[in-house]
């Protein structure tokens, strides 16, 4: 993590909303902060898919 907002933290923010139904508009508001909390806190990512959440220089996870 770098502080930065750029492509994959869009794409990542725009999966979330798109994921948890609500307003996707890229911006990380009240509504995306309560569901990203929620999301971290859970056992169960519902909306996670194979490769989601890894940046392109990371290896694959076995």
Known sequence: MDGCFGADTRAAVLG???CTRISVDGV???DTWAKLNHWA???SH???REGAGRSRESP???
């Open 46 to 48: 519902a909306c996670r």
């Open 60 to 62: 694959p996870r076995r």
């Open 41 to 43: 806190r859970s056992k």
């Open 28 to 30: 990380v508001g009240p």
């Open 16 to 18: 979330l909303q798109g």
